[in-house]
């Protein structure tokens, strides 16, 4: 860009901003559900689904909420038992996950077997697709490569406009296999693009998504069976959460318009990169680097709050007085995920030598709570979200912080996939909600009367 852009693009920008306040008051004028949500921090209510369930509260006989234990149902199936079934047969689960959530049942051991099979053959990317859409075309980050990746298929997607079940299906199935490929080639683009060696593996067809996963990204494709058992439980923790959350609901406003499986897709991708959605873990990492290097002790729980009301009282890490990794719209009282994630992330810890950083993201889940309430007399209840463990057991893993976001990615295309074929055969309607104009008409002034 040079100096004249720069200048035009200041100006405009400047009058941008300028142009486009709107009055708070008139939010509540005009009863604007903002951000869908209402004014008890409910979600509005615009659609049905049958996928997925996000419990945190009941609703009172006077219409009140009441904050529950939090759960997460998938196809009416608690997670939790879908996890212990897995781990008594000593199996991966996030397939079964995938197939629950596209068919709606549970399989039986041989339907399973056969899904794992059409995973597995899957996995492997397009002729050509590898060097032309990825290796050759870098991003400095990664979840727009994965975008850019999912428009791809469409090129070499012999029938990408074919809108019937049969077809859309295909079309899920291939992408959650991909996935886990494109975004671990897309990181080997990226250390090319900061000049590091590359190492390419091929998909193995018959490992699981996690063991792929984690081939994929080392440079000798090994790993331990707990590694992949915790990364498997991290998939199916993330694979649905309900169709409110920013990126299933796009999928549903994208699908809507009756446009493309890809279109619809990497529209999705795009809303979970957010640092409000996806990119969330991220925050929370390096907030924890501040921590870490801001607390002496970090088995003193006095130092901990200390820092603590420093960060939330906007005088510590980003000055917004927010601590990552705490509230959640929903849960209130737990975050089932961050049960079911905490177990693992302490076994892991204590394969890797790192009890003692364990141990100081267990006292932060259970204080930070205590002092925003505090600080915030929140009636409320706050509980620690599934970010806060998540990025910690990543990096546990050796899985790069280019690749948090995207590993969020690999495993919500399940979800997102069971949102595409739901809005495909129960939707009909195009999303259009309504926007409120509150710029007054004003009479048009011919250019050469306007003022310099």
């Not at 892991?348 to 309430?373: D, V």
Request: with cysteine; aromatic share 8%; glycine share 6%.
């Amino acid at each position: 860009m040079d100096k004249l852009q720069e200048k035009i693009l200041k100006k405009i920008s400047s009058r941008a901003v300028l142009n486009d306040p709107i009055n708070p008051d008139l939010y509540e004028k005009y009863d604007v559900k903002r951000g869908l949500r209402n004014a008890n921090g409910t979600g509005v209510l615009v659609g049905l689904t049958r996928i997925g369930d996000v419990v945190g509260y009941k609703t009172g006989s006077a219409g009140e909420k009441i904050s529950v234990p939090g759960r997460l149902l998938y196809r009416g199936y608690d997670i939790i038992d879908l996890i212990k079934d897995a781990e008594s047969h000593d199996d991966y689960c996030y397939e079964q996950c995938v197939y629950l959530l596209l068919m709606g049942e549970l399989p039986t051991e041989s339907e399973l077997e056969t899904f794992k099979e059409f995973l597995g053959h899957a996995r492997f990317l397009p002729e050509n697709f590898t060097n032309d859409m990825i290796l050759n075309a870098p991003s400095p980050d990664i979840m727009n490569k994965l975008a850019r990746g999912v428009l791809a298929n469409y090129s070499f997607d012999k029938n990408p406009e074919d809108r019937s079940v049969i077809n859309v299906m295909r079309q899920c199935i291939e992408l959650i296999a991909r996935f886990p490929t494109m975004a671990a080639y897309s990181y080997q683009a990226l250390r090319r693009l900061k000049l590091e060696s590359m190492y390419i593996h091929n998909p193995v067809s018959t490992f699981s998504t996690a063991e792929n996963f984690l081939h994929l990204i080392r440079p000798d494709g090994n790993f331990s069976r707990l590694e992949a058992e915790t990364l498997d439980l991290a998939l199916i923790i993330h694979a649905e959460h309900g169709g409110g959350n920013n990126s299933s609901l796009t999928v549903h406003v994208v699908a809507s318009a009756d446009t493309d499986t890809y279109s619809a897709i990497a529209a999705a991708v795009g809303s979970l990169k957010g640092r409000k959605h996806g990119g969330a873990n991220i925050r929370v990492v390096e907030m924890m680097d501040e921590i870490k290097a801001s607390v002496q002790h970090w088995n003193s729980e006095d130092e901990i709050r200390a820092y603590l009301y420093k960060i939330a009282t906007r005088e510590a890490f980003d000055k917004t007085g927010l601590i990552y990794g705490m509230g959640h719209a929903v849960y209130t009282i737990s975050d089932p995920r961050v049960l079911l994630l905490r177990d693992k992330a302490k076994k892991l810890a204590e394969e890797k030598g790192r009890l003692e950083e364990f141990e100081l993201y267990n006292t932060i889940e259970r204080i930070a709570p205590q002092i925003l309430m505090e600080l915030h007399s929140s009636a409320k209840g706050i509980c620690a979200n599934v970010d806060l463990y998540s990025g910690f057991v990543y990096d546990m893993l050796g899985i790069p912080r280019e690749l948090f976001t995207p590993v969020f990615a690999i495993s919500r295309i399940a979800g997102w996939s069971a949102h595409r074929m739901e809005e495909l055969i129960a939707g009909g309607r195009i999303y259009r909600p309504a926007y409120k104009n509150v710029c007054e008409e004003r009479t048009y002034i011919p250019i050469d009367e306007r003022k310099k």
